[in-house]
Nanobody, 124 residues
């Protein structure tokens, strides 16, 4: 599957953004999807994940209550709604997909497919 992120940009602290990740192929609903982010000089960190149906979600503590992950299997797209953005949220945001059962997976090595990322910049 190929993943293409979009929706990043430059915003001010407190603003909102919605990221999208469009997937190719007809088996999108079989993939567990996730968002990661990577700030300059730092490792790629887990942000959120969502189950096949979208019924189950999980968030990193740093974004809980501010970010919402969702998916539309009919459109082969996963979203990340980001509210109350902070300067520390600035990073390249990556969409990732993996097969298997739904569980919380923080390790990047367990994800089979990655997008190229979309830049989010938050000014204070």
């Amino acid at each position: 599957v190929q993943l293409v992120e979009s929706g990043g940009g430059l915003v001010q602290a407190g603003d909102s953004l919605r990221l999208s990740c469009a997937a190719s192929g007809r088996t999108f609903s079989r993939y567990i999807m996730a968002w990661f982010r990577q700030a300059p000089g730092k490792e790629r960190d887990f942000v959120s994940t969502i189950s096949w149906s979208g019924a189950s979600t999980y968030y990193a503590d740093s974004v809980k209550g501010r970010f919402t992950i969702s998916r539309d299997n009919a459109k082969n797209t996963v979203y990340l709604e980001m509210n109350s953005l902070k300067p520390e949220d600035a990073a390249i945001y990556y969409c990732a997909a993996r097969t298997g059962s739904y569980r919380i997976v923080f390790s990047t090595s367990e994800y089979n497919y990655w997008g190229h990322g979309t830049q989010v910049t938050v000014s204070s």
